[in-house]
């Protein structure tokens, strides 16, 4: 019933910039969290970025000082601002949200078909 589609990926040069977009749909009685994780091969996927419900943010040590997530005012959206991209930031970026389906409903976890970024050095 829920379902992120995901946008703004695509190949950059070492040092340049992308804007990654997330829209979520479908039944969501309330939202606590979106999200950025990435996933390259052979490797777990990892968190990159979040944004809760009450507008706090947290950012994997990789990514701090160079990536931005930020929200729409209905927290049905989600983006992520990656500038200064290295070679290593490249990865399938999948946009998730944890949220309640209803209000009584355990919360549950929605996951983006993912969105390749490449970086060439």
């Known amino acids: 019933q829920v379902q992120l589609v995901e946008s703004g990926g695509g190949l950059v040069q070492a040092g340049g910039s992308l804007r990654l977009s997330c829209a979520a749909s479908?039944?969501?009685?309330?939202?606590?969290?979106m999200g950025w994780y990435r996933q390259t091969p052979g490797k777990q996927r990892e968190l990159v970025a979040i944004?809760?419900?009450?507008?706090?943010?947290n950012y994997a040590d990789s990514v701090k000082g160079r990536f931005t997530i930020s929200r729409d005012n209905g927290k049905k959206s989600v983006f992520l601002q990656m500038d200064s991209l290295k070679p290593e930031d490249t990865a399938v970026y999948y946009c998730?949200?944890?949220?309640?389906?209803?209000?009584?409903?355990?919360?549950?976890?929605?996951w983006g078909q993912g969105t390749q970024v490449t970086v060439s050095s």
């Open positions: 944004i809760t419900s009450g507008g706090s943010t």
């Open positions: 998730y949200i944890r949220f309640l389906p209803t209000f009584y409903s355990d919360r549950a976890v929605k």
């Open positions: 479908g039944t969501i009685a309330s939202t606590d969290a």
